[in-house]
Nanobody, 116 residues
């Protein structure tokens, strides 16, 4: 079991930046896959970024070159640096742990709103 708590969301203007954090309740050293999904109103939840234990990364095409995912095993935390934000990035962002396409654990989410 692992509890995940997201933070860092908020309201930002288009072109701005935010950094999301996902703090885990225990060591993430052995958790192979962690990352972020997002869900906008009326849309399905979609994968944004994933990171493995070897720090391999995977990004949605829509965020490549703008978002960067990283993990700090010593702090049991995963980060999502979001730059050049767009209104279409507005969503609730969820941290996950476990297999990327069938996560076992989820955080409660943090709202990101980008104004035009």
């Amino acid at each position: 079991q692992v509890q995940l708590v997201e933070s860092g969301g908020g309201l930002v203007q288009a072109g701005g930046s935010l950094r999301l954090s996902c703090a885990a309740s225990r060591s993430i050293f052995s958790i192979n896959a962690m990352g972020w999904y997002r869900q906008a109103p009326g849309k399905q939840r979609e994968l944004v970024a994933a990171i493995g234990t070897g720090s391999s990364t995977n990004y949605a095409d829509s965020v490549k070159g703008r978002f960067t995912i990283s993990r700090d095993n010593a702090k049991n935390t995963v980060y999502l640096q979001m730059n050049s934000l767009r209104p279409e990035d507005t969503a609730v962002y969820y941290c996950y742990a476990g297999p990327t396409y069938s996560p076992r654990f989820w955080g409660r989410g943090t709202q990101v709103t980008v104004s035009s």
